[in-house]
């Protein structure tokens, strides 16, 4: 089955303790992307990747950092979380042609205290 | 100014009526538009493509105007189960994401 899988779907932290969200892909997908959703700002891009080693800051790259050693996996790196960083947050992926589905994972719910 | 943006809302509209709303995108060079669907906060999922033709899926009909830049969506003979967030997305390079038009249909 097709998926994006995101984990973990829940996690409450505390302020300075570095974390991962994990992000993998089964489809092969070259582009990935992060994004966070708070209330009334909708989903705004983190990072992204156009391939292996390719990344790219997006909107709200601040506090966060990303990599992308392999096709399938993106994951991000939250390195000294703080407050603001609390948010709901999103992995998608896509081929690069553009006329193509993203697919997303379910959602991290992330809290830091 | 954002890439993509669209009416916040809320439309809310009784069950059968017709409900419609538009998105702006910034971005000349996108090549392709979509609208997705999200349901309370869980993962956005294709709604449909749209094309400059415009096109329909049931109920639902999309437009896309490159001349002015804006898409739209129009939903006909609302059900209580379409209640939701209705996302724009512009794709040039990279996926640029309205926040979103919430509709809730009510009985």
């Known amino acids: 089955e097709a998926q994006v899988t995101q984990n973990p779907r829940y996690l409450i932290t505390v302020t300075g303790k570095k974390l991962t969200v994990t992000c993998s892909q089964n489809m092969n997908h070259e582009y990935m992307s992060w994004y966070r959703q708070d209330p009334g700002l909708g989903l705004r891009q983190i990072y992204y990747?156009?391939?292996?080693?390719?990344?790219d800051k997006g909107d709200v790259p601040e506090g966060y950092k990303v990599s992308r050693k392999e096709k399938r996996n993106f994951p991000l790196i939250l390195e000294s979380p703080s407050p603001n960083q609390t948010s709901l947050y999103f992995c998608a992926s896509s081929n690069r042609e553009v006329a193509t589905e993203a697919f997303f994972g379910q959602g991290t719910r992330l809290t830091v205290v | 100014r954002k890439e993509v943006e669209q009416d916040p809302g809320p439309f809310n509209v009784p069950e059968g009526a017709t409900v419609a709303f538009n998105c702006t995108y910034s971005?000349?060079?996108?090549?392709?538009f979509f609208w997705y669907r999200q349901d309370c906060r869980k993962e956005p999922k294709l709604l449909m493509s749209?094309?400059?033709s415009g096109n329909e899926d049931g109920r639902f009909t999309a437009q896309l105007n490159r001349a002015s830049q804006y898409i739209s969506l129009l939903i006909r003979d609302s059900k209580l189960s379409d209640s939701a967030t209705y996302l724009c997305?512009?794709?040039?390079?990279?996926?640029?994401f309205g926040a979103g038009t919430t509709v809730t249909v009510r009985a």
């Open positions: 971005n000349s060079a996108s090549q392709s």
């Open positions: 749209v094309y400059s």
């Open positions: 990747s156009m391939n292996v080693e390719v990344t």
């Open positions: 997305v512009a794709h040039d390079y990279k996926l640029s």
